[in-house]
């Protein structure tokens, strides 16, 4: 069992700079991807940026460019430096990860508000 724990977040305003971090603990052999997936009200929950252990990373169109992904393995904790944010960046983030052997986890969520 893993457990993720998500901090950071909260409201800032168009323009501004946001960090996120998600640690996890528990029980595991190895955790290969981790990442962040948002949810907006009213829509699905869809991919913001993954990073696998190796560091190879992928992010949505829609924030490349503007979000840096990152992890420590030794720490099993993964961040997202989210720079330039508009009011659509607003939504609750979600830190994800899977497993060797795979299983997939998600912590409780963060908001972020991007709002003058």
């Known amino acids: 069992q893993v457990q993720l724990v998500e901090s950071g977040g909260g409201l800032v305003q168009p323009g501004g700079s946001l960090g996120l971090s998600c640690e996890a603990s528990g029980t595991f052999f190895r955790i290969n991807v981790m990442g962040w997936y948002r949810q907006a009200p009213g829509k699905q929950r869809e991919l913001v940026a993954t990073?696998?252990?190796?560091?190879?990373?992928n992010y949505a169109d829609s924030v490349r460019g503007r979000f840096t992904i990152s992890r420590d393995n030794a720490k099993n904790t993964v961040y997202l430096q989210m720079d330039s944010l508009k009011p659509e960046d607003t939504a609750v983030y979600y830190c994800y990860c899977n497993t060797v052997p795979f299983r997939e986890y998600w912590g409780q969520g963060t908001q972020v508000t991007v709002s003058s």
């Open positions: 990073i696998t252990r190796g560091g190879h990373t």
